[in-house]
């Protein structure tokens, strides 16, 4: 498949809200010399680079990567997902360590070690992350 950068500086402009008339105005270009731009298989990179500053986009997009914001995004939406989990963890595990002895003696043998693997293992996850990932507390 062949790729055509104009066809993509189209369609970051349509996502930015942009025309190409107004494009055209922000690069120094007629609305022409835009409309050309939009029907090129290759662009040369310094214009690239001026589209990309213009969209406000990082220049990847351009190339199917994503940009900044997107990454800062998934970043962010990441954090929360595993502070989320922390702090489930934390409660699951103080909730464990907080059974009544009585209830834990009457577990069977099977039981203990299910307990005990399951408080040792959520341990460890709570230890991995505020170890491997500690500016999800930020």
Known sequence: MEYNIGETI?????KKGE???SLAEKLGFT?????NIMKKKDINTDLL???ANVLEVDIREFFGGSNT???EEYKKNTKLILFSLYYSMTK????LLNLNKE???KLTNKEKEKYEY???NIKYHIDNIEKNLPDIFD
């Not at 609305?31 to 409309?35: P, Q």
């Not at 699951?92 to 909730?95: G, P, R, S």
């Open 92 to 95: 699951i595990n103080d909730w």
């Open 10 to 14: 189209s369609l970051l402009m349509k």
């Open 103 to 105: 209830s834990i003696q």
């Open 19 to 21: 025309t190409p008339v």
């Open 118 to 120: 399951i408080i040792k």
């Open 69 to 71: 914001t997107e990454f």
């Open 31 to 35: 609305k022409e010399g835009v409309y």
């Open 49 to 51: 680079k001026r589209i």
